[in-house]
Structure formats: structure tokens, C-alpha cells
């Protein structure tokens, strides 16, 4: 079965700098997201994206945060200058189209700032 | 905004029970979601529903609209069932906002 893919798993980070993170979505999906776990916390959106443009952000999601889809297969989230409360769960979600299709979610990728 | 709850938030259960796990929202939607999520972290998805029941082996998702309120129900447990398990929904936009989870453990 396809499936959502993020890379890295796990990434460690001085506070400050600059972070991509990596996703591949299922290949005929057209809508992407990102959401992010903070530790003990509840999943919280973080943006949606289709036709090459954010169709809806969140709060959390300021000009620290970008989103890109530099090629036909890949969607990256940027975080330009990264703080201490960044540090969470980063999922890459996808699905086929938004009405009665479910997302499907990768296994995320673990962000730590030191 | 609408506000997810799930309880309970905790749930031990032996091998072969039958399991409920109940959530609520508070604002009118277009479809809820029943989600897993296992100890490495990765989400699953398991029901997207908009009205009525679902099943799938031996996982059944229900829902009131009238109520606001969704169940999923776990037949025969099995200690692969433990996980946390995760409600979220869709108002009229497909961003989905989650509730807090539930935690599952089933002891053989």
C-alpha cells in the first residue's frame, strides 16, 4: 500500500538555525498538510496546501514557518530560525481529495532544539 | 471553535474485553475521524465518518450528529490493540482538529 514518507526521523538542532523538513506524499494525492505533536500534548494543524499555494495556515504557522512543493514529488516545511518550543512531532499528511477521503499521515519526523 | 474531548483518557482492559472509546465536539461538522497512534509515534488512520456506523474487523466507529458524539468500540481485544487513539474532526474546511487521545494498554 503507498504511503506517506518523512525524512529524517529525528532531528537535532541548534536553536537559531535554519531546519527542512522532508516529506513524500502518496503520488496522486493532491492536498498536503502538516500538523505537529508538542510532547504530551494533542495534535495541533499547522498548514494545508494545494495547487502549489496555502490554502489554510494556523496560528502557530508565522513567517518563521514556510511550505514548499520544489518538485513534483516532495513538500518540504522550512523553519527559518528555530526556537526552543519548536521542538515536537512533525507529520506530513496527504490525501487524494478533500470531500469523504481520509488523510494519510507519515510516522513523522522527531524535531529536538538544544 | 470547536473543542474535541475524548474520554476516557486512560483505559486498561484485559485480553478479550470489549472496548468504548467516546468523543465529543462542540460545534457542527462535516466529518470525524478515528485515528491510532502507536508508540513510535506514527498516526494511522482507522474511520472517517460523517453519519451512521462503520466497521472494519473488529473495530466499529458510530455517530450522532444530533448529539455531537462519536464511539469507537473494540470487539475481542488483543494486547496489539494498545495504542493511543485519537478523535479529530472536520468543521467546513479539511484542516482537522484533534482531541487529546486516549490511551489504550491490554494486558494477556
Known amino acids: 500500500e503507498p504511503e506517506v514518507t518523512q525524512t529524517p526521523s529525528h532531528q537535532v538542532t541548534q536553536m537559531g538555525q535554519e531546519v527542512i523538513l522532508r516529506c513524500v506524499p502518496i503520488?496522486?494525492?493532491?492536498?498536503f498538510y502538516w500538523y505537529r505533536q508538542i510532547l504530551g500534548q494533542k495534535v495541533e494543524f499547522l498548514v494545508s496546501f494545494y495547487n502549489n499555494e496555502i490554502s489554510e495556515k494556523s496560528e502557530i504557522f508565522d513567517d518563521q514557518f514556510s511550505v514548499e512543493r520544489p518538485d513534483g514529488s516532495n513538500f518540504t516545511l522550512k523553519i527559518r530560525s528555530t526556537k526552543l518550543e519548536d521542538s515536537a512531532m512533525y507529520f506530513c499528511?496527504?490525501?487524494?481529495?478533500?470531500?469523504?477521503?481520509?488523510?494519510?499521515f507519515g510516522d513523522g519526523t522527531r524535531l529536538s532544539i538544544l | 471553535k470547536n473543542e474535541v474531548e475524548q474520554s476516557p483518557q486512560n483505559l486498561t482492559a484485559q485480553e478479550g474485553e470489549f472496548i468504548t472509546i467516546n468523543c465529543s465536539y462542540s460545534?457542527?461538522?462535516?466529518?470525524l475521524h478515528w485515528l491510532q497512534q502507536h508508540p513510535g509515534g506514527g498516526i494511522v488512520s482507522l474511520f472517517m465518518?460523517?453519519?451512521g456506523k462503520k466497521k472494519h474487523g473488529r473495530l466499529i466507529a458510530t455517530i450522532n450528529i444530533q448529539e455531537k458524539h462519536s464511539s469507537l468500540h473494540i470487539t475481542a481485544s488483543h494486547p496489539r490493540d494498545s495504542a493511543v487513539y485519537i478523535c479529530?474532526?472536520?468543521?467546513?474546511?479539511?484542516?482537522?482538529?484533534f482531541g487529546t487521545g486516549t490511551r489504550l494498554q491490554v494486558f494477556p
Open positions: 503520488s496522486n494525492h493532491l492536498y
Open positions: 479529530a474532526v472536520n468543521e467546513n474546511t479539511d484542516k482537522l482538529i
Open positions: 499528511a496527504s490525501s487524494y481529495r478533500v470531500a469523504n477521503q481520509p488523510q494519510h
Open positions: 465518518l460523517s453519519s
Open positions: 460545534v457542527g461538522i462535516s466529518a
